[in-house]
């Protein structure tokens, strides 16, 4: 987990102008759904440089990131501390230091991947106050059409680590497993980015297992993306589609 916790120390200024946000819609669902009035206080777990968490305070909650690596936090203290009911703190998803029942929901976006399920579920369990809502939230990128398609073959060709690490490894029955008892719910959203082909480096170059600037493989891993990028631009733009997919559960 140590490592883990390390791997964006040096991709959060890509990470923060390229990675894609949620849409807000989500909100609208857990307020009609799950009666997730404002001013709760949310506990973001893994927060990274606040993509999830700017989603609930420009909605009015009071959130709680809570993230293990100094410059993500350090990020994520720097674009949100504007809001007077946010705070950060050094936490990871299985210690979170916040108190017991400290918390009225949890949400994890684009991090629960990287958690220990059998030691984070006790925990996310006393920091929540009785019957609460957790929410797991991903990006899911499209790979239907061709550039897709395309795009995720090069990152496999170059990833370090990719199958591993992916997300994508985390499907909704090891979600409703780690939720039990308690019954599971998901819906999708769509969302999407349109990038230039500096931004389309960027976004590359903001996952954890990708080739940084100036390491081994990033020039032929750089040489492909161009290529493949004016194979498939239209007036110098590509778009890449993605399923914001949320998975909800009661937790106690």
């Known amino acids: 987990m140590s490592d883990n916790t390390r791997r964006f120390s040096n991709r959060v200024d890509d990470y923060v102008r390229y990675r894609p946000h949620y849409p807000k819609d989500i909100i609208s669902y857990l307020q009609d759904n799950y009666r997730l009035t404002t001013g709760k206080h949310i506990a973001d777990i893994g927060a990274g440089t606040g993509i999830s968490a700017q989603l609930f305070l420009e909605a009015g909650y009071m959130v709680t990131a809570i993230e293990p690596n100094k410059e993500m936090r350090d990020k994520c203290i720097e674009l949100l501390g504007v ?22 929901a949890i949400v994890c976006g684009q991090a629960f991947h990287w958690f220990d399920r059998e030691r984070c579920k006790p925990e996310f369990q006393r920091i929540l106050r009785g019957d609460s809502l957790v929410i797991l939230m991903w990006n899911e990128r499209s790979t239907r059409t061709p550039f897709e398609h395309e795009y995720e073959a090069l990152i496999q060709k170059h990833a370090i680590s990719y199958r591993q690490v ?3 490894n985390i499907d909704p029955h090891s979600i409703a497993d780690f939720f039990s008892p308690a019954p599971m719910q998901w819906r999708a959203f769509p ?15 903001s996952s954890s297992y990708i080739p940084a600037r100036g390491t081994d493989g ?16 239209q007036s110098g733009t590509i778009t890449i589609h993605y399923e914001a997919r949320v998975y909800t559960a009661r937790m106690g």
Do not use: C, P, W
């Open 83 to 104: 809001y007077n009911n946010f705070k950060a703190i050094d936490g990871t998803a299985e210690q979170t230091n916040l108190q017991d029942a400290a918390v009225e």
């Open 218 to 233: 990033y020039d032929a891993m750089y040489d492909d993306l161009l290529h493949l990028f004016d194979k498939h631009q």
């Open 166 to 168: 992916s997300h994508r």
């Open 191 to 205: 969302n999407y980015q349109v990038f230039d082909f500096e931004g389309l480096l960027g976004r590359l170059l």
